[in-house]
Structures are given as C-alpha cells and as structure tokens.
C-alpha cells in the first residue's frame, strides 16, 4: 500500500521560503514521475511541479524559476523548495505518485503566505 506523507507546510510572509517534504513508503521515488499539486479554497486542484517520465521536471508558469522540485532516493522522499512566495502561493499542497492526477495521494500540507 502506497502511502505518501507531506510536511513543512505553515505561515510565511511574502519573499519568503519554505521546503515542503514528503515521505514515501510502499513505493520507491525513483520509479515514480512524482509530483507536487496544490489547491487554493475554491479552486481546482493545479499541478505545481511534476518529475517527467524522461528524468526531467516540469514546472507551472506560475511557479517557474522560485520553485524546485527534488529527491533524494535514499530516504525515498521527495522535496519542493519554494522561495520568493507569493500571496497567490497560499494553498493546500498536496504530494502524488504522477502528474496526471491519477496516482497515489497524500494528506496535503498547508502553506499560507501573509502579504
């Protein structure tokens, strides 16, 4: 059973950084296009950064050049650093197995960015 646990998320001014984690068990990173989602209250959920299925990343508009999506296979955990955070940043994020929405899902952190 695939299980993936978020953490890091919490309250941070504009221009500032955090570094989301999350932890996977029941499955190995390295195998996996993981992917970072988000979703703001009355929105649809939005692929934020995604591992492509050729070894690269893809990122939104939105987020491209502040934020980085990375892993580290040994601790089978994969990482989303966020810096120069925006108000518009402020969302549940949510970790998955792919970016198609399709995958496995965790609980989801939230990240609120005080203006």
């Known amino acids: 059973q695939v299980q993936l646990v978020e953490s890091g998320g919490g309250l941070v001014q504009a221009g500032g950084s955090l570094r989301l984690s999350c932890a996977a068990s029941g499955t190995l990173v390295r195998f996996n296009a993981m992917a970072w989602y988000r979703q703001a209250p009355g929105t649809q959920r939005e692929l934020v950064a995604s591992?492509?299925?050729?070894?690269?990343?893809y990122y939104a508009d939105s987020v491209k050049g502040r934020f980085t999506i990375s892993r580290d296979n040994a601790k089978n955990t994969v990482y989303l650093q966020m810096n120069s955070l925006k108000s518009e940043d402020t969302a549940v994020y949510y970790c998955?197995?792919?970016?198609w929405g399709v995958g496995s899902w965790g609980q989801g952190t939230q990240v609120t960015v005080s203006s």
């Open positions: 998955t197995t792919n970016p």
């Open positions: 591992f492509t299925s050729g070894g690269s990343t």
